[in-house]
């Protein structure tokens, strides 16, 4: 056995078999990496999900306090540490600065989320995800849209952090994702570093006016990221393990047509009961 082990690092040593472990190490850093991905992922909803349980229903409390006016400034964001913050504020509809974010996806159909401006008190304003609409019999023609009510409005509704820039090819009024700095320069106002999506909203006299579709609440699954960071992470290694398994077998075999090694004699064969019966 010594030997064979000796032999099989001198073989594992050769440029042929060094080339083959330079091959299984470049299959483990991919694997380690996809599996780092995969975790990152899994961390990501987790932390959301623990968000939402902490946040989604919990009193709600003033918008200054989770989106303060300093963040009304070319930059101003706020971190997703406040996403799914359980807020309430009151204001007038800039319902001139709409804007329609296209292609969003709400229970398997795709259409349309629609955002309007709310100016606050202070003379700031926040961007209102006032729900969803779908999707016009027509590419070109954007669908009948319920309109935001006039004069001050109370309004409570869930955090959420500006989206990247996508699609920023789109007409006047649309858009490819949910980007406040985005609508900052083209509606001119002073938005706040974050979006509201509306739970319910009540004009003067209390009435609820008629609204888009309202957005599903988050989801909350973990999905297989878990698994799939675990099973890159195991599989990292089967390349190793390939190497020296043929390193072992090439060996081995050398080693017994040169008579130094006597190959292990098959075991018996264990006599069935059936088997004696038959002969």
């Given at each position: 056995m010594l030997r064979v082990g000796r032999a099989v690092v001198m073989r594992w040593l050769t440029p042929r078999w060094l080339g083959a472990t330079a091959v299984a190490l470049a299959f483990f850093v991919l694997c380690q990496f996809l599996g780092q991905w995969q975790w990152g992922r899994y961390e990501g909803k987790l932390a959301n999900r623990e968000r939402v349980e902490s946040f989604y229903s919990a009193p709600v409390r003033p918008l200054s306090e989770v989106v303060p006016a300093q963040t009304a400034r070319p930059g101003g964001a706020v971190g997703k540490e406040q996403e799914w913050r359980h807020v309430q504020m009151r204001g007038e509809y800039v319902s001139g600065a709409r804007f329609m974010v296209r292609n969003r996806p709400q229970d398997r159909s795709y259409g349309?989320?629609?955002?309007v401006p709310l100016r606050l008190e202070d003379g700031t304003a926040v961007m209102v995800d006032r729900g969803w609409v779908a999707n016009g019999e027509r590419a070109d023609v954007l669908p009948a849209v319920p309109s935001p009510p006039s004069g001050q409005v109370s309004v409570s509704g869930w955090v959420r952090p500006g989206e990247p820039p996508f699609?920023?090819?789109?007409?006047?009024?649309?858009?490819?994702?949910?980007?406040?700095?985005?609508?900052?320069?083209?509606?001119?106002?002073?938005?706040?570093?974050?979006?509201?999506?509306?739970?319910?909203?009540?004009?003067?006299?209390?009435?609820?006016?008629?609204?888009?579709?309202?957005?599903?609440?988050?989801?909350?699954?973990?999905?297989?990221?878990?698994?799939?960071?675990?099973?890159?992470?195991?599989?990292?290694?089967?390349?190793?393990?390939?190497?020296?398994?043929?390193?072992?077998?090439?060996?081995?075999?050398?080693?017994?047509?040169?008579?130094?090694?006597?190959?292990?004699?098959?075991?018996?064969?264990?006599?069935?009961?059936?088997?004696?019966?038959?002969?």
């Open positions: 349309y989320e629609v955002l699609n920023e090819n789109t007409p006047a009024g649309q858009l490819g994702s949910i980007d406040v700095e985005r609508m900052r320069r083209e509606s001119g106002l002073l938005l706040r570093g974050a979006y509201v999506v509306l739970e319910r909203e009540q004009d003067g006299s209390g009435a609820s006016p008629a609204r888009p579709e309202p957005l599903l609440p988050p989801q909350t699954g973990l999905g297989p990221h878990f698994a799939y960071a675990l099973q890159w992470w195991v599989g990292s290694l089967v390349g190793f393990v390939i190497v020296f398994v043929y390193v072992r077998r090439e060996v081995r075999d050398e080693l017994i047509l040169s008579g130094q090694l006597t190959p292990k004699a098959p075991k018996p064969k264990k006599t069935r009961i059936w088997d004696e019966e038959d002969a």
